[in-house]
């Protein structure tokens, strides 16, 4: 489990038989090369229209009856680890359906060697239950993907929308089977964004721009969909934060912008890719920036560089030495990333966030950092994220 000292804090995967274990390793399962259309252009709710901009009333119970058919309950025979329970929606009229690795692997009990279900079954909301089959998973972003026969169950895929433009504040709503209860709705706001959250990969890597909600969230809703007050679906449902293990009102979302690109890939090749630079760093903040005179008031401080990383190939510079500024322990004498490409860089989670879902391994990209007081441009060779 993943837990914070100071707070007694456990950040839990809300999955029923999936422990709350954090920050396990591996790679990714196996795919297949087909062709699946993920459903953007369906229909809002009819009471929901037109589009959020227009400050259109939230109605959950038109969003329940227009989106609750697509959402289906998932159990996943684990083998030792025993039976895990959750929650999927169907993107494709093929039959693909979303979830999370962690429902359909045993990623959440596991360190090494995590592997998928050795047969996992799909309920509908009707009460019929089918087989479906791993087409693959990846941890990092925790999303895993089956599928189950057309022909064996009508299908009423959801529209994926963007969590690109989430706000704060903005009502949800999620669908998804807690504790085993079917169908369960249940609703609140966008908490925030931009919330980084543990990974189950290996290597102590962080999903960015996770949607934290107040919307309960509790074991076997894991790998439910979250949708906004149009229906569309922008975010999956994945872990939650309590003292006592079940929800306490703060709740996190995979951002579905993720999710998609990992669903993209997963389907193309079997396999995702991120790209690797091989550095830490820490937030640059106007105070810092003053107490320090690091010539900039935001971006990332380069606090380690990782041998033999991309990073290190490049020449970029890790810090030297830790100095305190108002009880945080900051690391300086190495590089201040300014921007990356055409992209200004405010905070550590920029860097992660632009590597994690912008950028490709192989790709070469100029980072702006002030070293000093001069301000240079070094290109660097992304390179392919390792398998911890």
């Known amino acids: 489990m993943g837990r914070s000292a100071a707070a007694g804090l456990v950040v839990v995967a809300a999955a029923i038989g999936a422990a709350a274990a954090l920050l396990v390793g591996a790679a990714v399962g196996i795919g297949e090369d087909t062709t699946t259309v993920v459903e953007s ?42 039976m895990a329970q959750g929650s999927g929606f169907v993107v494709g009229r093929d039959g693909v359906v ?75 709503a999620a669908i998804g089977s807690p504790f085993g209860k079917q169908s369960s709705l249940t609703v609140g706001v966008v908490s925030a964004t931009g919330r980084s959250i543990d990974s189950l990969a290996a290597g102590g890597f962080a999903v960015s721009n996770a949607i934290q909600t107040d919307a309960p969230i509790n074991r076997g809703n894991s790998g439910g969909p979250l949708f906004d007050r149009d229906g569309r679906v922008i975010g999956i449902n994945a872990q939650i934060e309590s003292t006592s293990g079940v929800n306490e009102g703060v709740g996190f979302a995979i ?10 890939q997963l389907l193309r090749t ?28 935001r971006g990332a401080l380069v606090t380690r560089v990782e041998t033999g990383s991309p990073a290190a190939a490049a020449g970029l510079r890790g810090g030297e030495r830790t100095e305190a500024f108002n009880g945080l322990d900051v690391t300086l004498g190495g590089d201040v990333v300014v921007a990356i490409g055409e992209t200004e860089i405010q905070g550590a989670d920029d860097v992660s966030r632009l590597v994690t879902t912008e950028l490709m391994p192989g790709q070469t990209v100029t980072f702006t950092v002030l070293r000093g007081k001069r301000r240079v441009a070094i290109p660097v060779r992304l390179g392919d994220r390792p398998a911890r």
């Open 41 to 82: 252009t369906v229909a809002a709710p009819a009471a929901t229209s037109p589009a959020r901009a227009s400050g259109a009333a939230f109605d959950p119970e038109a969003l329940y009856r227009a989106r609750a058919a697509g959402v289906v309950t998932i159990y996943a025979n684990l083998g030792i680890e025993g």
């Open 98 to 172: 979303l979830t999370n690795a962690h429902v359909i692997t045993n990623a959440a009990e596991a360190r090494t060697n995590v592997r998928g279900a050795q047969a996992v079954y799909v309920e509908f909301a009707d009460g019929e239950r089918i087989r479906a089959r791993v087409v693959g998973w990846d941890l990092f972003s925790d999303v895993g993907v089956i599928r189950v026969s057309p022909s064996d169950h009508e299908l009423a895929p959801v529209p994926l929308g963007t969590s690109a433009t989430v706000a704060v504040g903005e009502p949800v």
């Open 270 to 297: 079997g396999r995702v890719r991120y790209a690797y630079i091989g550095v830490s760093t820490q937030d640059v903040t106007p105070g810092i920036a003053a107490a320090f005179d690091l010539g900039a008031q």
């Open 255 to 264: 951002p579905i912008d993720l999710a998609r690109r990992a669903l993209d």
